[in-house]
């Protein structure tokens, strides 16, 4: 047990405090939980607070920056703009934590605005110094020497220049569509004046020039791989070129971030597919939830642009430098290794490296993969493996988010060009990966595999791949769950788990699950797996129950759970009440966590932490003691109700007792030990990194990236 679990939890000013009453329903009070859309934005802090830490490599200090933005994207597009839309309805509704959606909205621009301020200090003052330090540039345009500025105006003109479209604004001419998440230039032109003496007569006019995104926003110097100009710069440079004759001011960046939800009455679509396509086609008309301007912006025609969008003062954003940092994320493909993370080598557990069949391997034991400590090619190769296997009859798959270039479905293609049975449940609805997943139903659908796209009103979030195999006179099932989706390109940088198994019972429910996800059956039970929404939360709460049993028989009893989110209010409940019976409870939540811990009389014994490293930590284990008969569940859930109650996710048992072991003692206590990107979550709601003065330094992911191969045969 780690050191951190040993100690107590002491409040030296309370006496031995009550247990907590708590409501039936909702809780609807701060002193129980915290609000989730701040305890997402202390998570994103979390991840600026990487791009501050002086220890990493600049390029990758860089790229902590890009996901701050990018992460504030998804926020703002998203979480929001449903707040938006209720205060705008009119909703008073309060949050579970007790906050209605105005003061939720008021709360997040405070916050935000220190660690925007924070992340453009570390790019101007940190990162652009460092990176010039070490030969990369990105100069303003007015430093360019000026055979520099002859190179880039040439550029200008042959590949910028013929794609501009500037639009002024009129009578004739009313405010322009701005896309969602667009880079624009605003300027002030005016008519230009034909000699001495005042201007010509006329009314100066706003104008709004669309920095092309189809552009690379970093242009290189003189065709150096390693000095750029920003491209907005460059525009901004040559701006009088757009509006010949005319008296043209300074131009100053602005971006607009729109409302990207939508919902998708299943009911009322006879070709989900089509409508999904016309609802992608909505999204860049939603309605505008923040602007960014830059700081060099007159105060008037930052009014201007707010007042044109419907929005107000806590709405609008002043970035003293560069806007959308997540488009320089493009630097990290620079070949400067001495700027990056070094790289790690990635392996194969050891019963993989024989030369002994897969499918053999997999009947007589199960194997565990870790990624991206281990090589995501153990995935790959399961299905191609199977694709060519005369003996393999069928393979069945969920697919949520597979990327670009995805190797899972060409073998997925390449099955049933060999007359193998297929069929992919593809999710149409994965969030921002719709297009891409319509391009790859279309493929798959064209190659001869059923495609279906789920149940009405679910999505679905498991993580499933089942191959049957003709076995002499029976028939053999070999099944793949993962923690994280079929994406060899996020299996780089995202921590998940694999289970490969040839258990018949497990077998036998993944039967089960694709048949109601296939078909009409409509299952109620399954033998081992935990799915939602129909057994998941019901048998959590439960295992919880049964554990404060064992606590109180005096038997081993505790509970390790890691997830990316903890919300789920009847789960919070289950927690605090086990607590209260003195269980031991530690919680590994990567991101938003409304759970209190800490609290004496309501949750004296739950710690948690969250880790942001180099990886994504993106697996969800839940360990249960079991009076000494230990059990482990890995799979696609986090404790959210839309996880519980709106998708169709998927545990499963960790069935081998070795497995079991290594979860515990090797990956969960390693994680319990992290004392340098590991931060404890204090009971009025701070993060604080957790290693105390002369303690000897324990990274976790370093640790897993340096273990041997075969740790787990």
Request: aromatic letters at 8%; a negative charge; proline letters at 6%.
């Amino acid at each position: 047990m780690s050191e951190l679990v040993k100690q107590p939890i002491e409040n030296p000013e309370a006496s031995p405090a009550s247990p907590v009453r708590l409501p039936q329903t909702l809780f609807l009070q701060r002193e129980l939980l915290f609000n989730r859309e701040l305890s997402w934005l202390e998570f994103n802090r979390r991840v600026l607070e990487e791009a501050l830490d002086q220890s990493l490599p600049l390029l990758e200090r860089l790229n902590f920056l890009s996901i701050f933005s990018s992460n504030l994207d998804e926020f703002f597009m998203i979480r929001v703009s449903g707040l938006k839309q209720q205060v705008d309805a009119g909703v008073t509704e309060l949050s579970p934590d007790g906050m209605p959606p105005a003061a939720q909205l008021r709360e997040i621009s405070d916050r935000l605005r220190g660690m925007i301020a924070a992340q453009m200090r570390c790019f101007n003052e940190e990162i652009l110094s460092g990176l010039g330090s070490n030969g990369v540039l990105i100069n303003p345009y007015r430093a360019l020497s000026d055979k520099q500025r002859r190179a880039v105006n040439a550029y200008f003109l042959d590949n910028v220049f013929p794609v501009l479209t500037p639009l002024a604004v009129d009578p004739s001419h009313p405010f322009p569509h701005v896309s969602n998440l667009s880079l624009n230039l605003g300027v002030m032109v005016g008519p230009q004046a034909t000699g001495p003496g005042p201007s010509a007569p006329g009314e100066t006019r706003f104008a709004r020039i669309k920095v092309p995104p189809i552009v690379q926003r970093l242009v290189a110097v003189e065709g150096s791989d390693h000095e750029f100009v920003l491209l907005e710069d460059l525009i901004a440079a040559n701006i009088e070129l757009l509006f010949p004759g005319a008296s043209v001011g300074e131009s100053h960046p602005f971006r607009v971030t729109r409302d990207a939800d939508f919902e998708i009455r299943e009911d009322e679509a006879g070709d989900l597919l089509r409508m999904m396509q016309e609802q992608l086609h909505k999204r860049r008309f939603g309605s505008y939830v923040r602007l960014e301007v830059s700081a060099t912006m007159p105060g008037e025609m930052t009014r201007y642009l707010a007042t044109s969008m419907g929005l107000g003062a806590q709405d609008v954003y002043y970035l003293d430098g560069p806007l959308d940092l997540a488009a320089l994320r493009t630097l990290a493909a620079l070949e400067r290794p001495d700027l990056k993370y070094k790289p790690i080598s990635r392996k194969i557990p050891a019963a993989l490296t024989t030369e002994e069949p897969l499918f053999e391997v997999l009947k007589r034991q199960d194997v565990m993969v870790h990624h991206p400590y281990d090589s995501f090619s153990t995935v790959e190769d399961f299905i191609n493996t199977a694709a060519q296997d005369p003996t393999v009859l069928a393979i069945k798959t969920s697919l949520y988010r597979v990327g670009h270039d995805s190797p899972i479905v060409r073998a997925l293609m390449d099955a049933s060009a060999n007359n193998k049975q297929v069929a992919a449940l593809v999710e149409l609805k994965a969030r921002f990966d719709e297009e891409n997943n319509i391009v790859w139903a279309r493929q798959l659908e064209r190659a001869g595999v059923h495609v279906v796209y789920g149940v009405l009103g679910l999505k679905t979030h498991a993580k499933l791949t089942m191959v049957v195999r003709q076995e002499g006179d029976s028939l053999r099932r070999y099944v793949h769950i993962g923690t994280g989706n079929y994406n060899p390109a996020t299996a780089r940088i995202y921590e998940d788990f694999g289970l490969f198994t040839a258990n018949d019972v497990i077998g036998a429910d993944a039967t089960d699950l694709f048949n109601h996800l296939t078909g009409f059956s409509r299952q109620t039970s399954y033998r081992k797996l935990l799915i939602a929404p129909v057994n998941l939360r019901d048998h959590l709460v439960e295992m919880i129950g049964r554990e404060v049993e064992h606590r109180r028989a005096g038997r081993d009893a505790r509970l390790i759970f890691k997830m990316n989110h903890m919300t789920d209010t009847k789960l919070i409940r289950a927690l605090y009440e086990a607590s209260q019976a003195d269980l031991p409870i530690d919680l590994i939540v990567r991101g938003i966590c409304t759970l209190r811990p800490g609290i004496p009389g309501l949750s004296p014994t739950i710690r948690v932490r969250s880790i942001v490293g180099r990886f994504l930590e993106h697996s969800r284990i839940y360990h249960f003691a079991n009076g000494g008969e230990d059990e482990a569940y890995i799979g696609s859930a986090d404790c959210m109700f839309r996880n519980f109650d709106h998708r169709v996710e998927l545990l499963a048992p960790i069935e081998d007792p070795r497995l079991r072991r290594h979860i515990r003692d090797e990956i969960l206590e390693s994680y319990l030990k992290d004392n340098v990107k590991a931060r404890t979550l204090g009971p009025e709601g701070e993060y604080t990194l957790v290693r105390e003065a002369g303690e000897e330094r324990f990274d976790s992911q370093h640790h897993f990236a340096e273990l041997p191969s075969g740790v787990v045969a």
